[in-house]
């Protein structure tokens, strides 16, 4: 057997014959680390040639009995499109601690209570130590199986054994194969680990989750191509000083990628935010300047979110500009144009822009509201309790047009508020719709004409 050292990066997988301080491929500096890589043939295969699919007509190919399986999470099922797709492969990643875990094992006793078989391979605790934080999340069924193992061979053996539907992976960065002689957790390790659970699934039909660790950046540990093997990429977000967490698809070849679920996190384990907006409003401070209120999109769901504005002279001479859960960019774009089109003297003063909650927003819906907010704070004027302000702000200090205008309207209706601002050519279509009514809609065409509107 020949055997040979080659070194990978650890970041992007990229193979080097020698060590070199900098990858070429991602720029990461000093995360090349050696492997031994043998010439032989990869032994651990034999068990999956033995259900290889066989080539079929696509007319033919039968689409009964059941696509989707509901976890009766309904968060978590919102997220992914409607339930788990058999014979898909999840990666749900996250930070220590968010409660990865925790979120699957209600999801497998969940799904183990509907007589669905759940094999969850614990490679990091005991089974003492999984079986307790289970029976404080619910009962325990009968159909729902725990093995604490690392070598992939053997796992690979018991679920042929058991034969079950689900299957949870916790971690995938533990696993190992004998035939790989780099350490548990190296790019080879995760890639074949990875690549062989993903080839049982779509041959099988089992629904395979697998927990992915995350780096300092918060991104998915492991190689790249570890994400583009699987089927759903799932983050789990959130402070760990807060109770709320945040679950985000940014990969579903099933479903929207927009989509988010809220969940609080609680001594019984996580509980879904049935209404998220609520929760997200429910400390806004009263009559305080700087504070807006927004109707964002996540996905196909309307959510309402506090955009806050500090603005204050500068102590320095350069003035700073700090944001968080909106673009940096974006808020620096804006500034300038309420500078230029209304003419506000905001190049001597500090902007601080927040949305509270711990959301981020991605899309150009929540321009307005964050002028608003910047322009409330600078004046020391308030904003409306009763207002939700939306719209797109162009460069030229127009206001454009933004999409699902009826669901953000309705969704503010729902939490009381009286008065919504929005794009003209919004209103224009809305005003052939009869059935919004109790809410006033104000159309407006540029900023100078949003903020005389907002500040009366």
């Known amino acids: 057997m020949k055997t040979k050292s080659v070194f990978i990066c650890q970041e992007c997988g990229y193979n ?28 651990g295969r034999g068990f999956l040639l033995e259900i290889a699919s066989k080539p079929q007509k ?19 099922d919102h997220v992914l499109g409607g339930g788990i797709v058999k014979g898909s492969v999840l990666l749900f990643g996250g930070a220590p601690g968010i409660g990865k875990s925790t979120l699957l094992l209600q999801a497998c006793t969940a799904l183990s209570k509907q007589r669905k078989k759940v094999l969850y391979i614990s490679a990091e605790e005991s089974a003492q130590q999984t079986k307790m934080r289970a029976e404080r999340l619910g009962n325990i069924s009968d159909d729902f199986y725990i093995v604490c193992e690392t070598n992939l061979d053997i796992i690979l053996k018991h679920i042929n054994e058991i034969a079950p539907e689900f299957i949870v992976a916790d971690s995938v960065q533990v696993l190992y194969l004998e035939d790989i002689s780099s350490a548990a957790g190296s790019v080879s390790q995760v890639r074949e680990c990875a690549s062989r659970l993903t080839i049982l699934a779509k041959n099988r039909g089992i629904s395979v989750f ?4 995350v780096t300092k950046e918060g991104s998915l540990a492991g190689p790249r191509v570890l994400e583009h093997l699987v089927d759903t990429v799932l983050y789990f977000e959130g402070e760990t000083q807060t109770n709320f967490r945040i679950l985000r698809a940014v990969k579903n070849r099933f479903g929207s990628t927009n989509e988010i679920g809220i969940f609080e996190m609680t001594s019984c384990g996580l509980k879904q935010v049935e209404n998220p907006s609520q929760m997200f409003l429910t400390e806004r401070p009263q009559k305080t300047a700087g504070s807006s209120v927004t109707a964002t999109m996540e996905g196909t769901r309307p959510l309402l979110v506090e955009i806050q504005a500090l603005v204050s002279p500068t102590s320095f001479g350069l003035p700073r500009r700090r944001t968080t859960g909106v673009d940096f960019n974006r808020t620096a774009l804006l500034t300038a144009v309420l500078e230029k089109r209304a003419h506000y003297a905001l190049a001597t003063q500090d902007i601080f822009l927040n949305v509270a909650g711990g959301v981020k927003i991605v899309e150009p819906a929540a321009d307005l509201a964050a002028v608003a907010a910047i322009a ?11 207002d939700v302000i939306f719209g797109e702000v162009g460069l030229g200090g127009e206001i454009r047009a933004v999409s699902h205008a009826e669901l953000r309207i309705r969704e503010a209706k729902k939490m009381g508020f009286t ?38």
Request: charged share 30%.
């Open 16 to 43: 080097s014959a020698k060590w070199i301080g900098r990858c070429p491929e991602c720029q990461s500096w000093d995360s090349l680390v050696e492997e031994i890589k043998r010439e032989s043939n990869v032994k």
């Open 58 to 76: 696509l007319a033919e190919i039968s689409m009964s009995g059941e696509l989707r399986i509901k976890t009766n999470i309904s968060e978590l």
């Open 376 to 386: 409330s704070s600078f004046k020391e004027v308030c904003i409306s309790e009763k």
């Open 210 to 213: 697998l927990v992915g660790h």
């Open 419 to 456: 008065r919504i601002i929005l794009p003209k050519n919004n209103l224009r279509i809305l005003e052939k719709n009869s059935k919004i009514k109790e809410v006033a809609l104000i159309g407006v065409e540029s900023v100078c004409q949003a903020l005389e509107v907002i500040f009366g």
